[in-house]
Nanobody, 126 residues
Framework: QVQLVESGGGLVQAGGSLRLSCAAS????????MGWFRQAPGKEREFVAA??????????DYADSVKGRFTISRDNAKNTVYLQMNSLKPEDTAVYYC?????????????????WGQGTQVTVSS
């Protein structure tokens, strides 16, 4: 079993920055593909960013709405994945969820993930 715990959410003004963290339990964290999703009230959960790799390359994927503003990264020594969010907009307001897949390839759809965190609220004021 893998447990994921997100932190770092909060209230920020438009144009500001936040860094979300997702701490994972489990000795095989380094082999998991990891993703961030978000869900706003009344909307479906949507993909934000993902990081996956093989022995050759690390691959990053981003939703078009966050490209150039958000950066996903991971620190395997700390069993943690991060989401650096810059130039935040009111439309970024949502609960942000961290997710892990036992496969090394992290997809852009929620169904591709095996484990989920409890979520952390991000609110961007205008």
């Amino acid at each position: 079993q893998v447990q994921l715990v997100e932190s770092g959410g909060g209230l920020v003004q438009a144009g500001g920055s936040l860094r979300l963290s997702c701490a994972a339990s489990g000795r095989t964290f380094s082999s998991y593909g990891m993703g961030w999703f978000r869900q706003a009230p009344g909307k479906e959960r949507e993909f934000v960013a993902a990081i996956s790799w093989s022995d050759i390359i690390t691959n990053y994927d981003y939703a078009d709405s966050v490209k150039g503003r958000f950066t996903i990264s991971r620190d395997n020594a700390k069993n943690t994945v991060y989401l650096q969010m810059n130039s935040l907009k009111p439309e970024d307001t949502a609960v942000y969820y961290c997710a892990a897949t036992r496969g090394s390839v992290a997809t852009m759809t929620p169904v591709g993930y095996d484990y989920w965190g409890q979520g952390t609220q991000v609110t961007v004021s205008s």
